[in-house]
């Protein structure tokens, strides 16, 4: 059974930067595509980046150029650098494979507001 642990979130102010992580338990994290999607009130889920096993990214125009994903095999983590952030970044994020299956982990609250 796979276990996902985001962290990471808080409230920070326009322009400002946060990482997230995801520590993923169970089997074959070294050989999936992982992928970052964020949850806004009353959306659904949308994703955001996601990366191959060997470490290629890809990024929603939303967060290109702002974002960065990155993984670190020997740990099972999963990492999101988040700079330059919006107040439409302000979400619930989540970890999880992409294309996502179930279960998903609780989250992490990011707020971007003055």
């Known amino acids: 059974q796979v276990q996902l642990v985001e962290s990471g979130g808080g409230l920070v102010q326009p322009g400002g930067s946060l990482r997230l992580s995801c520590a993923y338990s169970?089997?074959?994290?070294?050989?999936?595509?992982m992928g970052w999607y964020r949850q806004a009130p009353g959306n659904e889920y949308d994703l955001v980046a996601h990366v191959t096993h060997s470490g290629y990214p890809w990024y929603d125009d939303s967060v290109k150029g702002r974002f960065t994903i990155s993984r670190d095999n020997a740990k099972s983590t999963l990492y999101l650098q988040m700079n330059n952030l919006k107040p439409e970044d302000t979400a619930v994020y989540y970890c999880?494979?992409?294309?996502?299956?179930?279960?998903w982990g609780q989250g992490t609250q990011v707020t971007v507001s003055s």
């Open positions: 999880n494979a992409f294309p996502w299956s179930p279960p």
């Open positions: 169970g089997t074959s994290f070294n050989h999936r595509l």
